[in-house]
């Protein structure tokens, strides 16, 4: 039945479309596979076929046209890639720093100046004299989000996790008078990836995605990004972030004020090789 299967595809593609031509020179050869797929097989060898060449299959077979050198070089590919795939454990680390700072001074008082006077500043106080306040007063706090999944070698997974968040609001009953109304935002975190091992290193399709509460109520911090990223296994990979800074200062004739905001979001990700 193997050999009835594989004189099929040669036949489709020699006769298929009118005819296939063949260059000087090629090659046309069926190779089964043990363990990848097609589709994840022909992806990794497209590239390297060359401009006359195709690669393409069924039925669990690769079948090449190529030179006869760059046929042996794509089936050296095929028996090191056609292995069974490997079994990983992939983390992403997504934390969350937030700062704030402000700082007040004032100064009031009442000064006497003889037979010249007195001048008052600010809010007069019982006695001669200038008073100077400063308030000065700062808060941080930090999030770290850390989502685990078993994934296979070159198959995508997903995870996520979150919660459903009330939201208030205002409807129209069917009179088109105003009430209150409410609905749930989802406020979640996880992440896609596909990836793939070569050797101590690891490539990795992903984009991970954070959603958390804001200070006002109603209100959502959302984090997310897609991008392609090579490391060794083991190690904790940066993929980017965001680093957000707000300064400000405001001034009158006896008050200044200034302060600030900060907010730093890295991630990361790591790639365990599973026994």
Same mark, same amino acid.
């Given at each position: 039945?193997?050999?009835?299967?594989?004189?099929?595809?040669?036949?489709?593609?020699?006769?298929?479309?009118?005819?296939?031509?063949?260059?000087?020179?090629?090659?046309?050869?069926?190779?089964?596979?043990?363990?990848?797929?097609?589709?994840?097989?022909?992806?990794?060898?497209?590239?390297?076929?060359?401009?006359?060449?195709?690669?393409?299959?069924?039925?669990?077979?690769?079948?090449?046209?190529?030179?006869?050198?760059?046929?042996?070089?794509?089936?050296?590919?095929?028996?090191?890639?056609?292995?069974?795939?490997?079994?990983?454990?992939?983390?992403?680390?997504?934390? =969350?720093?937030?700062? $704030?700072?402000?700082?007040?001074?004032?100064?009031?008082?009442?000064? #006497?100046?003889?037979?010249? +006077?007195? &001048?008052?500043?600010g809010a007069a106080t019982p006695e001669?004299?200038?008073?100077?306040?400063?308030?000065?007063?700062?808060?941080?706090?930090?999030?770290?989000?850390?989502?685990?999944?078993?994934?296979?070698?070159?198959?995508?997974?997903?995870?996520?996790?979150?919660?459903?968040?009330?939201?208030?609001?205002?409807?129209?009953?069917?009179?088109?008078?105003?009430?209150p109304g409410g609905d749930l935002h989802?406020?979640?975190?996880?992440?896609?990836?596909?990836?793939?091992?070569?050797?101590?290193?690891?490539?990795?399709?992903?984009?991970?995605?954070?959603?958390?509460?804001?200070?006002?109520?109603?209100?959502?911090?959302?984090?997310?990004?897609?991008?392609?990223?090579? =490391?060794?296994?083991? $190690?904790?990979?940066?993929?980017?972030?965001?680093?957000?800074?707000? #300064?400000?200062?405001?001034? +009158?004739? &006896?008050?200044?004020?200034?302060?600030?905001?900060?907010?730093?979001?890295?991630?990361?990700?790591?790639?365990?090789?599973?026994?």
């Amino acid at each position: 039945m193997g050999r009835f299967r594989r004189a099929v595809v040669l036949w489709l593609l020699l006769c298929g479309g009118g005819g296939a031509v063949f260059a000087a020179g090629e090659r046309l050869e069926v190779i089964p596979l043990r363990h990848q797929t097609v589709e994840q097989m022909v992806q990794l060898l497209r590239p390297f076929v060359g401009a006359e060449g195709t690669v393409t299959g069924m039925n669990g077979q690769l079948v090449i046209r190529a030179s006869p050198d760059t046929l042996e070089s794509l089936k050296a590919l095929v028996d090191r890639f056609d292995r069974p795939p490997r079994q990983l454990l992939i983390h992403v680390r997504q934390g =969350g720093a937030h700062t $704030e700072r402000r700082l007040d001074a004032e100064a009031a008082g009442h000064i #006497e100046l003889g037979e010249e +006077g007195d &001048v008052t500043i600010g809010a007069a106080t019982p006695e001669s004299g200038l008073e100077a306040r400063i308030h000065a007063h700062g808060r941080s706090w930090s999030t770290e989000d850390e989502h685990r999944v078993r994934a296979t070698e070159g198959s995508p997974a997903f995870i996520q996790t979150g919660l459903l968040l009330p939201t208030f609001g205002w409807d129209l009953d069917p009179w088109g008078r105003p009430r209150p109304g409410g609905d749930l935002h989802a406020v979640t975190s996880g992440f896609y990836v596909t990836p793939w091992i070569q050797g101590d290193r690891v490539t990795l399709e992903i984009s991970p995605f954070a959603a958390r509460p804001a200070g006002t109520p109603g209100r959502v911090r959302i984090q997310s990004l897609t991008t392609r990223v090579t =490391g060794r296994l083991g $190690e904790w990979i940066p993929l980017g972030g965001v680093h957000l800074r707000r #300064e400000g200062s405001a001034a +009158g004739t &006896v008050h200044y004020a200034t302060g600030g905001s900060g907010h730093r979001a890295p991630v990361e990700v790591k790639v365990d090789l599973l026994p």
